[in-house]
């Protein structure tokens, strides 16, 4: 099994900057991909961005592009998702994933391990 752990939500103002942390224990696995999600009440659970572990590529939606970045310490075993120039539309609870395998995908049904989620509110 695996254990994800966020930390790092809060409440901000419109503009302002969060950094979410993810450590990752238990198995593991030789190629693997650690995403984040976010989900409003009464939403699906939507992609943000995914970082492959091994390779380092990322991927994000477009809404998020330019102000939001993904990285991982592979010592720490740490996903992270700084988060920048934040606005009111980005509150939402935020989801820490893992799948097997090196490919990232977008779709939540891919991921096999999940957070609590953490919760990020922006106000205007």
């Known amino acids: 099994q695996v254990q994800l752990v966020e930390s790092g939500g809060g409440l901000v103002q419109a503009g302002g900057s969060l950094r979410l942390s993810c450590a990752a224990s238990?198995?593991?696995?030789?190629?693997?991909?650690m995403g984040w999600f976010c989900q409003v009440p009464g939403k699906e659970r939507r992609f943000v961005a995914a970082?492959?572990?091994?390779?380092?590529?990322?991927s994000y939606t477009d809404s998020v592009k330019g102000r939001f970045t993904i990285s991982r310490d592979n010592v720490k075993n740490t996903v992270y998702l700084q988060m920048n120039s934040l606005k009111p539309e980005d509150t939402a609870v935020y989801y820490c994933?893992?799948?097997?395998?090196?490919?990232?995908?977008?779709?939540?049904?891919?991921?096999?391990?999940w957070g609590q989620g953490t919760q990020v509110t922006v106000s205007s």
């Open positions: 238990g198995r593991t696995f030789s190629s693997y991909v």
């Open positions: 970082i492959s572990w091994s390779r380092g590529s990322t």
């Open positions: 994933a893992l799948k097997s395998g090196g490919t990232i995908e977008t779709i939540r049904r891919m991921y096999d391990y």
